[in-house]
């Protein structure tokens, strides 16, 4: 028998653990951002989606999937 874990947490409570989540990622980046001082660092988070720039090379993605009920990270490193 197959377990759907999307069955376990409805789609209003994933989206409001996941703007948390979302939100507290972006404030501490934001911190270590200015803590070290990285040329070309952005960081950004709209509509459910935070991008993280590190300079003109790098940049991160994280985002919610909501059928999945899960949070993905596209990384420019393998």
């Known amino acids: 028998m197959a377990l759907l874990l999307s069955s376990l947490l409805d789609e209003r409570e994933f989206h409001k653990l996941a703007d948390e989540l979302l939100h507290h990622l972006q404030e501490r980046f934001d ?12 960081i950004d988070y709209a509509e459910g989606v935070l991008t993280i720039k590190l300079g ?13 009920r899960q949070i993905w990270l596209s990384s420019p490193v393998r």
């Open 31 to 42: 911190e270590l951002g200015e803590e070290c001082d990285i040329d070309g660092f952005d």
């Open 56 to 68: 003109a090379s790098c940049t991160y993605v994280i985002n919610k999937q909501t059928p999945n």
